[in-house]
């Protein structure tokens, strides 16, 4: 299926080197020489692709379609070693952080935060409306606008349902249009027909958080069609078609995009030491604890800052007990929480110069993910037991500003708002051995080992 646009790339591609690097792009990195910083041996460097302000990737086959603060651009990575450019489509875009397609219909649908309504420098939080652009990239050499719509949320849209529905949440609440929200909840739209779009008539994921209606940040649909929204106080996940048994009502009843039915997930812990502000998350629903399947969820805690002691983090979830409607029946009272599997940051760990929030991620599917950490690279971690994370390897350029990496086609595709596209090869997988830092014994951080107490002290989150 990778080459139905096997005769439209071979038609245009003779055109390609005319179109050049998208405009702006800053052409400083070496296509052939790995960039200054920290690499592990199992992580080779293949090619950059110099842009502006990239922020997030998709692909539908050999296009890869780039979302940039200053538009979209598309290349044709058939040869992921030579990605080449194919088109772009100027437009101021904030913030639009995880692109999302539809690869039936050759759609991209980009969303615009109603704190940069107009441009990355607008706005501040009392816009009442985001917008949702959806843009025919059938043909990636001349891509155009074919629906328009605004929206009272705008900071990510996400498909459900195969495309037929788009999602779409964030950011903080209007003082005047929303006023007894906290956080702005997910708006539903029905793009069947993208020229003629249908909202849903009421807001989806309200009083998330303990309660209260508060910021939900993104979606993201697992393998079973659970769409999982994360944002302030925790995550929860949605049946969004079929028939399935209501935990809040006990009646089985048919979900839709509009009316949605939950599944499982809630409220997240916090801590000295973490955030309840969950920026992502997702569920391979493969993966075991406990030799329970799929119950596993990985997250995102999202707190940018360089603190190590606060910078947001990977955590991992047990959704076990949380399919019962806990984490929407009553919360105001339970407060309820999801168990902590484990979790983890860069301190400590080989590769590192030191702290930066987690950003979204990317499953291999087989019990490897490759995890973003803004200024600390690129981290592959081993998450085959979910309450032992290991580092396995690392990409840290010293310019990095990474927002998300994307597993495709055997390559992981970095996304860096600072030096454009990186494409590298990440050899090995689950299980391989950890890539350990040196102990600092004069660390004044130490802590007792889980196993060994303070005979073995170690650095917190070292591998041990």
Known sequence: MRHRWTSVLAAVVVLAGLLGAPAGAVATQSATQPPAGDISKNVSYITNVPMPSAISINFIDDVMIVSTASGLYTYDVSDPAAPTPLGSLPMYIWENEDIDVDVKRKLAFISRDPRGFTSPAAGGDTFPYGAVHVIDVSNPTAMQEVGFFTVP????????????????????ANP???????????????????????????????????????????????????????????????WTSGRHKNPLTGKVQKATGCKPIPYAGGGTPESATSSRFMHNAWRNVRAKVDGRRGDVLYATEENIVSDCATSGRLAIYDLKGSKKGEGWRNIEKTKFRMKVLDTWWPEGQKGTTGCDSAHYLSDRGDGLIAYSFYSQ???????????????????RPDDANVWAPYFHDG????????????????????????????????????????????????KPNAVR
Do not use: M
């Open 377 to 395: 690279g690129t981290r592959f971690l081993d998450v085959s037991n979910p309450r032992r994370i290991r580092q396995i390897g690392y990409y």
């Open 176 to 238: 005047e249009t929303q006023p007894d929200f906290v956080g702005r909840p997910i708006y539903a739209t029905d793009v069947t027909d993208p020229a003629n779009p249908v909202p849903c008539p009421d807001p989806i994921d309200t009083g998330r958080n303990d309660g209260v209606t508060d910021y939900a940040h993104d979606v993201q649909v697992d393998a079973k069609g659970v769409a999982w929204v994360s944002g302030a106080g925790g995550v929860r996940g949605y």
């Open 411 to 458: 390559y992981v595709y970095v996304a860096d708002f600072t030096r454009g596209i990186d494409v590298l090869k990440f050899k090995g997988g689950a299980q391989s051995k950890a890539v350990r830092a040196p102990l600092d014994l004069t660390a004044s951080t130490l802590q007792p080992s889980r196993t060994f107490g303070y005979i073995c002290p170690v």
């Open 153 to 172: 949320a705008g900071h990510t849209t996400s498909c459900v349902n195969r495309c037929d529905f788009v999602w779409t949440g964030g950011p903080y």
